[in-house]
């Protein structure tokens, strides 16, 4: 990239893009290619269409759609009015996007065939102005395809916007307690989240991103959206991840960029055709949104030649708060964290009453800086549950920073498990369990138990054509640890549930078990 960019909102980051570079390809998703120039002309003729159904600037508008072409078209055409984004996940299911569309107060909602045939669009037409279906067509309903045909030509109101207050999206959290939460993210925090990438990648506009992870998530939005824009280069959207199919599209677009989730790699790594692909265009790209083990990271830089570099955020930080370079950086103990804060972000880890913690202590890790988001949409108790007055975010998740200001994940502090006083990390018995050579994934979860409180169970999945026993998997955690943080139960299981960004759901895994527990 040439010098670095003033702060503007993303819609005036897309029109440098479209100035500077209007026969550069923007994105392809096996359906069309688009060049920035024609991107704009589509994003113009749908900002105009849903400009004459009533959109004005601060209105919400809902997005639903898997990882095509039109979900950029839309994100832009709707941020040019000043409006907001509302994405959610496309496997959401009915009570989920009933409070969605309610808590926002959506005024229009673009949906898939996919969606109207597991929720129905009979079922939410009545909280909103218009449902607008995408590449399907719907009795009594406006069509993507008849607002692009359809629109008269207007003169678009030009929009005065504010990127530090105004908000770009509302995304809404997995939820794995009560409802989601809308964390509020301003067009600083994405357009800072597009330069955080583009800097820590050194991205360029000759780079290709492979959009493996989805656009609703936050990881899509910060670090494939955004960071594209950014550095003007070419997005390649994958619908449904397919280990196969990834590789291929890296051989066939010469991608450069692949960002994804341990769960990703770990099953590209598994590709028993792994090494007939062409991968040497590949370059550099994240590695985040859940823990990665040290020996999977490994295998990503040794086999895929991919010179990854491991991420952490959250949502409300619009992604990247810390980041691990690993050009210099070989040792397993720097392989194990999340490396150090990015450029305009600050992290400490504090006790219960939020005061700060020596080096080397766990605690919570709670960031501060350009990313953190704006706050909850219509809660703001929670919002204020989560941010201090002095703009600290608490993340929830345990940690521990190093003198050189290494940050190691620990895990969750609900997900802490205490037995007989003592506290167990997931985290740690998990990082041994993937270095074992059987073994494709892991989950250690806490159990009741009526004398210790809770026991350590670890859920594994075997990679293919591998056996292993119980006893097995025990005898080797034991050469590691105190008998203490052994599982003292081992499962195997064909596939874990997954949220749509990859991430194991470790919940409803808990509440698998327990229900097999109680019906035993």
Known sequence: MGNEKRLVSISQLFAQAVAERPEGEAVYDLTRRLTYGELHREVDRIAASISQMGVEKGDRIGVCLPNWHEVIVLYLAITKLGAIVVPFNTG???????????????????????????????????YVDHVIPVRFAYENCLSYNDLLQDHQPVNLPTIEMDPKNDVFCILYTSGTTGFPKGAMLTHENVFYAGKTVTECNACTQEDVFLVAVPLFHVFGVAACFSASLYSQAKLVLLERF???????????????????????????????????????????????????????????????????????GATETTATVTITKLENEQEMNVLETVGRAVKGAEVRIVNDTREEVLPGEVGEICCRGLGIMKGYYNAPEQTQAAMDPEGWYYTGDLGTLDETGYLRIVGRKK?????????????????????????MEAAVIGLPDPVLGEYVCAVIKLK?????????????????????KVPSKILFVEDFPVTASGKIMKGK??????DEQMSS
């Open 92 to 126: 959401y299911r009915s009570h989920e996007v009933e409070y969605i569309i309610k808590n926002s107060g959506m005024k229009l909602v673009f949906v898939s065939e996919e969606f109207n045939r597991n929720i129905g669009i009979n079922a939410i037409s009545s």
């Open 242 to 312: 397919r280990a196969k199919h990834a590789l291929e599209l890296v051989e066939q677009e010469k991608v450069t960029i692949h960002h994804g989730v341990p769960t990703m790699f770990i099953l590209e790594l598994n590709d028993p055709d792994l090494d007939s692909y062409d991968l040497s265009s590949l370059r550099t790209g994240f590695i985040a949104a859940s823990p990665c083990p040290a020996e999977v990271i490994k295998g990503i830089r040794e086999r895929l030649g991919l010179n990854i570099c491991v991420a952490y």
């Open 415 to 439: 997900e802490m498990i205490i037995r007989g006083g003592f506290n167990i990390y997931p985290r740690e018995i998990e990082e041994i369990l993937y270095r074992h050579e059987k073994i």
């Open 464 to 484: 293919h054509g591998a056996e292993a026993d119980s006893e097995e998997i025990k005898e080797y955690v034991k050469t590691f640890f105190v008998n203490y």
């Open 509 to 514: 895994l808990k509440e698998r078990l327990l």
